[in-house]
């Protein structure tokens, strides 16, 4: 009788240790899945701010944003960055100064240099990368701001969407939804590892193996 409780205890432990370790196991994924979380978190918050930045200009008045659409203004400014643009008011506007200004020939917005200014108060602009000047020039009224500051990288959607290129926009997209939802890791109290509950349970499942 003795003996076959001894087998029994015996072929119990076992699966007992084998659980034990499974919830270790189980434990220390969460603890990864936090840290991921948390990396996904900082991604996502500085992606965030970065965005707010750009667009910040569309609810000021005064203020203006432009993405740079080509290598123009290379290499100080990339397809891509967004330009943080001020009105300049009736001053006038030295040579030098980037500038954001309604295209003459009616392309919209042009991120360029100021390379001369007219006798008749006019702005002759060039692309830093260009090989000659813009062929029209800019009116005072014309121009929305001078350049103040740069946010990179945040108008490449828009770039790509422009081209035609749906590749880098769909990746772009899942990468965002996939830090969108890992970010739930670094948020939710189950998986935060300096809770005192959360070591609890590690070595609860330790004292188990």
């Given at each position: 009788m003795t003996n076959t409780a001894v087998q029994r205890d015996a072929s119990q432990?076992?699966?007992?240790?084998?659980?034990?370790?499974?919830?270790?196991?189980?434990?220390?994924?969460?603890?990864?899945?936090?840290?991921?979380?948390?990396?996904?978190?900082?991604?996502?918050?500085?992606?965030?701010?970065?965005?707010?930045?750009a667009l910040?200009?569309?609810?000021?008045?005064?203020?203006?944003?432009?993405?740079?659409?080509?290598?123009?203004?290379?290499?100080?400014?990339?397809?891509?960055?967004?330009?943080?643009?001020?009105?300049?008011?009736?001053?006038?506007?030295a040579i030098g100064t980037i500038v954001v200004f309604d295209d003459p020939r009616?392309?919209?917005?042009?991120?360029?240099?100021?390379?001369?200014?007219?006798?008749?108060?006019?702005?002759?602009?060039?692309?830093?990368?260009?090989?000659?000047?813009?062929?029209?020039p800019v009116r005072p009224e014309s121009i929305r701001g001078v350049g103040r500051a740069v946010v990179p990288y945040v108008g490449l959607p828009s770039v790509w969407l422009s081209e035609g290129r749906w590749l880098p926009l769909a990746l772009t997209a899942a990468g965002i939804a996939a830090a969108v939802w890992f970010v739930r890791y670094a948020v939710e109290v189950h998986y935060d590892p300096w809770r005192d509950d959360f070591r609890d349970r590690v070595e609860a499942g330790a004292g188990h193996a």
């Amino acid at each position: 009788m003795t003996n076959t409780a001894v087998q029994r205890d015996a072929s119990q432990s076992p699966v007992q240790s084998g659980s034990g370790s499974a919830r270790v196991r189980i434990r220390r994924g969460d603890e990864g899945r936090f840290y991921l979380g948390l990396v996904a978190l900082i991604a996502t918050a500085v992606f965030a701010t970065l965005a707010v930045v750009a667009l910040l200009p569309v609810v000021f008045p005064g203020a203006t944003s432009a993405s740079i659409t080509s290598g123009s203004m290379m290499p100080k400014l990339r397809a891509g960055d967004v330009v943080v643009a001020v009105d300049h008011g009736n001053e006038p506007i030295a040579i030098g100064t980037i500038v954001v200004f309604d295209d003459p020939r009616g392309g919209g917005l042009v991120t360029h240099r100021v390379v001369g200014v007219n006798p008749d108060d006019t702005y002759t602009t060039k692309g830093d990368a260009n090989g000659s000047v813009d062929p029209a020039p800019v009116r005072p009224e014309s121009i929305r701001g001078v350049g103040r500051a740069v946010v990179p990288y945040v108008g490449l959607p828009s770039v790509w969407l422009s081209e035609g290129r749906w590749l880098p926009l769909a990746l772009t997209a899942a990468g965002i939804a996939a830090a969108v939802w890992f970010v739930r890791y670094a948020v939710e109290v189950h998986y935060d590892p300096w809770r005192d509950d959360f070591r609890d349970r590690v070595e609860a499942g330790a004292g188990h193996a």
